[in-house]
């Protein structure tokens, strides 16, 4: 029996496309879920064996609900991460007729998506109502389903090979360096080749009566020359102004200068929990 991969469907998604383009060395079941969430939950409840979210935009910043959920309701390590090049694309039904811009009344999409690509409905779909739904393919399936209405989708140029859509207009998310990372999930390693690069990925719990205790925690990291590639706050959920922060470690996780921070964060009485230790990917553009 194959192993089960969630991902954010419906099919059509990138979360699709990451699930099939990260390097895994043994075949897959590729299983939608309607939201971030259900992907998380369906491999903390042995529904599935692995899932893939996304959990950073390199326009729009962290997807809050996956970082959320892994830190608050699943205890799911990281197992490697993707960096995925994004394109946006204008959907509009196929029909005899071209679909003029100033005619499109409706515009769907990931609150991602819409945000990626903010200048350009801005600028080009002023009159349209702007519709936030939980994928990008949930909303290319959507209008195709209502071919006589003047609506569109933003999203991926495979939903048109999956819907009968076609791209009224391609690129067209702000910046051309758009990428997403996203990162593979689950309670068992799983086979993948060597990367170049590696990472580790923490959470650090500040002592609320430590003053200076973010900086002690950051001169941990420094003295041992360990290079830190994102550092985080997010709040803990237990009141205002109470943070943690997640912190990304470009390294994997070591027997000396890992455990030695570590060590030494605790003992200024921090918590530290490790999210992961695992390989990073990046996918180059198609040229």
């Known amino acids: 029996m194959l192993n089960k991969l969630a991902f954010l469907g419906p099919r059509g998604t990138f979360s699709e496309e990451a699930a099939r383009s990260i390097p895994i060395g043994t075949p897959m079941d590729y299983v939608p879920y309607p939201s971030i969430i259900e992907v998380l939950n369906a491999v903390a409840k042995d529904e599935v064996n692995y899932g893939i979210v996304p959990i950073e935009n390199s326009i729009e910043g962290t997807v809050n609900s996956t970082l959320d959920w892994l830190i608050h309701e699943v205890d799911l390590p990281i197992l490697a991460e993707l960096a995925l090049p994004i394109t946006q694309n204008l959907l509009v039904a196929k029909r005899h007729q071209p679909l003029p ?25 002023p009159q349209a109502v702007v519709e936030n739904v939980n994928s990008t393919a949930l909303a290319a399936q959507t209008v195709s389903e209502h071919p006589d209405e003047p609506w569109a989708a933003i999203g991926t140029r495979l939903n048109a090979d999956i ?107 921090c918590q530290v929990r490790q999210l992961g230790t695992y390989p990073f990917y990046l996918q180059k553009v198609n040229s």
Request: zero cysteines; proline letters at 7%.
């Open 163 to 269: 819907y009968p859509l076609e791209v009224a207009q391609p690129h067209i998310q702000d910046f051309s360096n758009n990428y997403t990372r996203f990162v593979l999930v689950g309670k068992e390693p799983i086979e993948l080749p060597v990367s170049d690069r590696e990472k580790t990925t923490i959470q650090v719990i500040l002592p609320e009566d430590f003053p200076g205790a973010l900086y002690q925690v950051l001169a941990a990291f420094a003295w041992r020359k360990i290079n830190l590639s994102r550092l985080e706050s997010r709040p803990t959920k237990k009141g205002l102004g109470s943070y943690f922060f997640v912190i990304d470690i470009e390294q994997k996780m070591d027997d000396v200068l890992l455990p030695g921070a570590f060590a030494e964060i605790e003992a200024i009485g």
């Open 101 to 125: 811009l100033s005619a499109i009344t409706r515009v769907m999409s990931h609150p991602q998506a819409i945000a990626q690509s903010f200048h350009f409905i801005r600028e080009n779909l």
